[in-house]
């Protein structure tokens, strides 16, 4: 197996990439209809679409004469994994804060 050209982490670096995935998130969608909610050209979509396939963020298939993608959640699991790390630093932040505000109220 070939690696992959992109991870996940660039892959979702893009906020347009970004917005892609949430479209695909309620539906499967033809590139001319992910393409009609951006103020970009057809071909600049199809070259979002391309790092996120190559990242196994989403695949497409051939219908007719158009080209349907659907979100392939599974490596989100790498970011979500990343970033339960760094949770312990917002609790502990959050838990702080929480002293401070009920020491200031006494």
Do not use: C
């Amino acid at each position: 197996m070939a690696a992959l050209k992109y991870d996940v982490f660039q892959a979702i670096s893009d906020p347009t990439r970004r917005e892609i995935l949430r479209l695909l998130s309620t539906k499967k969608r033809a590139i001319s209809e992910i393409a009609s909610q951006f103020p970009v050209s057809r071909t600049a979509i199809a070259k979002h679409l391309h790092v996120l396939s190559e990242a196994s963020l989403v695949s497409g298939e051939k219908i007719g004469r158009e080209k349907i993608y659907q979100l392939q959640p599974e490596p989100l699991t790498e970011i979500k994994q990343w970033l339960a790390y760094y949770e312990q630093f917002w609790t502990n932040k959050l838990s702080i804060l929480k002293h401070v505000v009920e020491d200031d109220d006494e």
